[in-house]
């Protein structure tokens, strides 16, 4: 079961389902725009990420690359809060009516309060991540959001099963990301 869990909790990583929205949503405008948004996200929200985790992983400092513990997630907050002002930044000189600028501050608030409340309860990321991309994508009558809607009970059942998390972390992150999702979908 371990490995399963696993397995469902890598494929549906923060990065893939946010890469996965992002695609889908971009892919009006046609293929080319769609991966050129795809490459901005990954290269300004989750590269940064990507090196800390990796570099905490191997320094010992983390003990997975999931930041498990709270402690350890003050300069995950950092890095990624980081990325996505840079994403930000970026949109708004590049792209200032870009869907994907609104789309990145309303992450930035999320990830925001979920750091502000990691004191008391280490709310799931993956989860928030995955119900925003529900959210939005099914806002947009995107036959990905019915897939992820369908993950969404299968990796909450990973992240407490490989003891990242506990239920109610989990039905946080659930919350946090579907306000989010639906906020943003209501945005003009």
Partial sequence: MTSLARRVSIA???????????????????WGAAARSVTMVALLAF?????????????GAWTN????????????????GAGLLALLGYLAVAHPGSPL???????????AICAAVTPWVKVS????????????????GLPAGWL???VLPLLAWARVALGRHRW?????GFLAGSVTGVVLARMP
């Fill in 12 to 30: 549906a990583h923060p990065f893939v389902t946010t890469l996965v929205m992002v695609g889908a949503t971009e892919l009006h405008r046609g």
């Fill in 65 to 80: 690359v999931d930041a498990s513990h709270p402690h350890e997630r003050p300069v995950l907050f950092l890095v990624g």
């Fill in 101 to 111: 600028l609104r789309g990145a501050m309303g992450a930035l608030a999320m990830v």
């Fill in 47 to 59: 590269l940064p990420l990507a090196v800390l985790m990796r570099r905490q992983v191997r320094s």
């Fill in 168 to 172: 109610i972390e989990v039905t946080l």
């Fill in 125 to 140: 990321l993956h989860m928030a991540a995955a119900s925003i991309a529900t959210a939005v994508l099914l806002s947009r």
């Fill in 148 to 150: 992820l809607a369908l």
